[in-house]
């Protein structure tokens, strides 16, 4: 019984990949840049993408009032290396006593890069994790001036996956990114 818990998890798992990876695709060449030269139109293809398996560990800020922020270990997509900070309730002095929780995230390029770097990414829930999240495509471009893209709220199905996600000890995540050829 325990193998087929495992395996019935494991198969859900690369469904869910293979589905989130055709939403990327899809969306991806969908929200391409388009030029138009004379009467012929060309998009601007894909030119690479990776999967990244992260996790997000829970930090408290070394302020009187401790805030709780979530962070991840270094990890190399692209040959880049990057860092995922996620916030509650973007900082609030007591985010318990609200009703309403929210977690953003933020994508941080470690790297140093001399030329931009345009990137497509989505976030989707990490193995062994029951977490409900909508897929969304966000679009940056990383240079050597702007390094951190803006905090974006985790599209979570109901109010109450945010609940779900800080009861947890750690956040997995799966990470889809993908570089725009310019």
Known sequence: MPFLK??????NAIACSLKCFVAVILNAVYHMSMYNHGSC??????????VADIQLRPYRTDEFITRLYYESPRFTVLNQTW?????????????????????????????????????NFLVMKGP?????????????????????????????????????????RNINL????FQVQK
């Open 128 to 168: 062994y994790d029951d977490v409900k999240l909508e897929a969304a495509v966000k679009r940056f471009q990383f240079s050597s001036d702007s390094l951190e893209t803006d905090y974006y709220e985790f599209p979570l199905v109901t109010a109450a996956e945010c609940n779900k996600l800080l009861a947890a």
């Open 83 to 119: 860092v995922v900070k996620a916030r509650i309730n973007n900082n609030d002095r007591e985010p318990n006593l609200t009703v309403h929780r929210q977690i953003s995230y933020q994508i941080i390029l470690k790297s140093k890069v001399n030329t931009s770097i345009d990137m």
């Open 41 to 50: 139109l060309m998009l601007t293809p894909v030119y690479c993408g990776c």
């Open 174 to 177: 799966r990470i889809f990114m």
């Open 6 to 11: 495992v395996f019935y998890s494991f198969i």
